[in-house]
T-cell receptor, first 115, second 115 residues
Framework: DADVTQTPRNRITKTGKRIMLECSQT?????MYWYRQDPGLGLQLIYYSFDVKDINKGEISDGYSVSRQAQAKFSLSLESAIPNQTALYFCATSDFPVGPEETQYFGPGTRLLVL | AQSVTQPDIHITVSEGASLELRCNYSYGATPYLFWYVQSPGQGLQLLLKYFSGDTLVQGIKGFEAEFKRSQSSFNLRKPSVHWSDAAEYFCAVGGGTGTASKLTFGTGTRLQVTL
């Protein structure tokens, strides 16, 4: 499995603050993803990146931005945090294009509370 | 658009009893199907996946799932549940190749195991 790490693991911030969540992986995967998880809603895709120069919006990108600093690093920023961005955030990588079937591997998550 | 339905929000089983978690999907082509498990405070761990071939898929921790195209289902089963299986389980569908390979998650089923 991909070794995917996320920092911080927990974060409390205030409305209006800018924060960054970081994701790193050590398996050399090109594709990386950011999801948020809300109770009862499963996971929703925020942004995804197929390589350093290819970044795409997901289902719920409003209020978020991302940066792919290197193949191994993919950061998610909340420019001006609001309380309804309180959620559990997951980073994932995938092994595409080893084969046409793609498997995603998830980090441990960052729990964010916006007051 | 692809979608996943997990009809059971919460299931309770006794340790040693059999388990079946339901998953129904909607997808226009051949789906790629996944089951992930999220233990309390942990990230998502891949249990098993189906891409093609044998419709009965074996996974880790003694889990298996059966793909039934006629029923658009991919139910997860385990013959004998252990207390450590208590967690939340997510079914996901992915598909396509090239630029369109994204996962859609169900809302999850929380499994409680009684001793």
């Amino acid at each position: 499995d991909a070794d995917v790490t996320q920092t911080p693991r927990n974060r409390i911030t205030k409305t209006g603050k800018r924060i960054m969540l970081e994701c790193s992986q050590t398996k050399g995967h090109d594709r990386m993803y950011w999801y948020r998880q809300d109770p009862g809603l499963g996971l929703q895709l925020i942004y995804y990146s197929f390589d350093v120069k290819d970044i795409n919006k997901g289902e719920i990108s409003d209020g978020y931005s991302v940066s792919r600093q290197a193949q191994a690093k993919f950061s998610l920023s909340l420019e001006s945090a609001i309380p309804n961005q309180t959620a559990l955030y997951f980073c994932a990588t995938s092994d595409f294009p080893v084969g046409p079937e793609e498997t995603q591997y998830f980090g441990p998550g960052t729990r964010l509370l916006v007051l | 658009a692809q979608s996943v339905t997990q009809p059971d929000i919460h299931i309770t089983v006794s340790e040693g009893a059999s388990l079946e978690l339901r998953c129904n999907y909607s997808y226009g082509a051949t789906p790629y199907l996944f089951w992930y498990v999220q233990s309390p405070g942990q990230g998502l761990q891949l249990l098993l996946k189906y891409f093609s071939g044998d419709t009965l898929v074996q996974g880790i921790k003694g889990f298996e799932a059966e793909f039934k195209r006629s029923q658009s289902s991919f139910n997860l089963r385990k013959p004998s549940v252990h207390w450590s299986d208590a967690a939340e389980y997510f079914c996901a569908v992915g598909g396509g190749t090239g630029t369109a390979s994204k996962l859609t998650f169900g809302t999850g089923t929380r499994l409680q195991v009684t001793l």
